[in-house]
């Protein structure tokens, strides 16, 4: 998958190719979470957003007739690339709204795509039905094997009540969608640079009722208690942007309920990610139903709230949740700046624990400001290697191979300056994307990082030895 945008924040123009395991780096304020954020949009959306609806002929055939077909291949494989520069065109015009930001700032913003729909979906058969909330049966969708071809179909009866028709159209197009594109865009979780804070303040960050409360104190001083439905509307909007309400709302309602999904399907099939986990973040969490959420250390019985433990323990609570309840292979991790309050050994032992997700199946998205992580993913993927010395390197430095990454899939970028011919007399140095080297033999090679080392290097050495 290739995105590129154009005018995004402080980004002039740049492209990301999504790897298994895909690393941003750069210096702050330089477009980094812009690029995180847009990208999440996309993932987190991709159903609202993609450019695609059924016919009003259709709909209205299927509610005089009881039964419709759609050719899937001809409606959305052979419309793909007009389909794709539609939904880019939605994402960059609901851009300010996905991100919180002024809608002046990405007027001028563009984006584009390039996923091909893989064929795997024609030797599938589907089915999905919508139940009435009596439990009976109001409409069945079905794909036959080898078939190009949706089949819906109303079982209904006299007196039996349909939803709205546009309920029904959104219902049908949604499975439709989720048929044909269930592996080209990965479910998506993220772990927003703001986690920490959404930890400690979960209750005080329930926006909704934070929302009411402002709404009801409003009544209550006002001479007079009338609160308008346009009035309420405005207020309960979201203010944040959707990375970081999406990872409030995981801390204050889906973690209380997340015991109803059982062991996620990557720590039944990978127990070992559980293992590694709590040594990172020294002990195990646990939630009630009510909303609390405790961690107690490695080797104790304590039952510490949040407020007590260590700022590293905020910073890795959802993606302890999120690995032991929700992960599955195909799935993609976006972790904005995963070095937060880690020490440098743990922030290793995490360059090694994404590397063996990534092996687990799950794809990785990260920005980071990092050496340490960087190193350690070169020490992977050099590890990875078959010279005959290395085996002794990994038994002695105690790793395995579920650590192990190949060069080709990972790709790293970061941002810079470049000229670019914006119709003056002279090339403006604008903010873009470099994509680096990775190499199989020495690993990443990010000049950005060694050039700060290699100054600071030097700087030592003129303390000590005066040489300048």
């Known amino acids: 998958m290739k995105f590129k945008f154009e005018q995004l924040g ?166 439709l969608l989720e048929f044909v594109l269930e592996d080209t865009f990965s479910n ?36 007079k208690s009338v609160v308008t439905f346009s009035k309420i509307l405005k207020v309960m909007q979201r203010t944040y942007a959707l990375s970081i309400d999406h990872n409030v709302e995981f801390i204050n309602i889906e973690i209380r309920n997340l015991e109803q999904f059982g062991i996620s399907e990557i720590i039944r099939n990978n127990p070992e990610l559980l293992k590694d986990f709590r040594i990172i973040a020294g002990g195990t969490y646990t939630a009630t139903k009510e909303g609390a959420i405790y961690f107690t250390p490695r080797g104790t019985t304590l039952k510490m709230g949040l407020g007590e433990a260590s700022s590293s323990v905020r910073s890795l609570m959802v993606l302890w949740f999120w690995l032991n309840h929700k992960a599955k292979s195909g799935d993609m991790l976006m972790i904005d700046e995963p070095e937060l309050n880690l020490h440098p050994t743990n922030q290793r032992r995490l360059a090694r624990f994404l590397a063996a997700l990534v092996n687990a199946g799950i794809k990785v998205f990260l920005t980071t400001h990092s050496d340490y992580i960087i190193r350690e993913f070169n020490t992977l993927i050099m590890l990875s290697n078959d010279k ?71 700087v030592q050495d003129s303390i000590l030895y005066g040489v300048f």
């Open 10 to 175: 402080p980004l002039y123009s740049g492209e990301v190719e999504l790897a298994d395991l895909t690393i941003i780096c750069g210096e702050n304020n330089t477009g980094k979470t812009y690029i995180t954020n847009s990208l999440y949009a996309l993932f987190s959306g991709w159903q609202q957003l993609l450019a695609w609806d059924l016919s009003e002929k259709d709909m209205l055939k299927l509610q005089r007739e009881g039964f419709i077909s759609i050719d899937l291949q001809k409606e959305i494989v052979d419309n793909w690339v007009i389909i794709l520069q539609n939904t880019m065109n939605r994402l960059s015009s609901n851009l300010h709204d996905f991100l919180k930001i002024n809608p002046d700032h990405l007027k001028q913003t563009k984006f584009s795509l390039l996923v091909p729909i893989t064929n795997d979906w024609i030797n599938r058969n589907f089915e999905s039905e919508l139940n009435s909330s009596q439990g009976k049966l109001l409409v069945s969708i079905k794909k036959q094997l080898n078939s190009n071809i949706g089949e819906i179909a109303l079982v209904v009866e006299s007196g039996d009540e349909l939803p709205p028709i546009h309920s029904l159209a959104r219902f049908i197009r949604e499975q």
């Open 188 to 223: 998506v979780f993220i772990a927003s640079a703001e986690r920490t804070g959404a930890a400690i303040f979960q209750g005080e960050l329930n926006f909704s009722k934070n929302k009411l409360v402002k709404i009801l104190t409003e009544m209550e001083n006002a001479e």
């Open 388 to 458: 005959p010395h290395l085996k002794a390197v990994r038994e002695k430095f105690g790793y395995s191979e579920k650590d192990f990454l190949q060069a080709e899939r990972v790709a790293v970028y970061s941002t810079t300056t470049e000229p670019f011919d914006i119709g003056g007399k002279k090339k403006k140095r604008l903010g873009t994307l470099k994509k680096w080297s990775v190499e199989q033999n020495r690993g990443i090679q990010i000049k950005s990082f060694d050039d700060v080392i290699n100054e600071m290097n030097h």
